[in-house]
């Protein structure tokens, strides 16, 4: 793996990692008991697609 595809993985991970963290921010201050409903909330690494 080139250290491009390398850092644009990584990327990818972190940008997933932060979007599901705000939403889980967001759900948590709505009080929405609906956030430990999504996987994809609670485990961003291991429901999101990889190519």
């Known amino acids: ?3 491009e595809r ?3 993985a990584l990327t990818r991970r972190a ?3 932060a979007a ?3 939403e889980m921010r967001r759900r948590e201050r709505r009080e929405d008991p ?3 409903h ?3 909330l609670l485990w961003p690494h ?3 697609r990889t190519d």
């Open 6 to 8: 390398l850092a644009q």
């Open 34 to 36: 609906s956030r430990w």
């Open 20 to 22: 599901a963290r705000a």
């Open 15 to 17: 940008s997933a990692l």
């Open 38 to 40: 999504r996987p994809h």
């Open 1 to 3: 793996m080139s250290f």
């Open 46 to 48: 291991f429901t999101s």
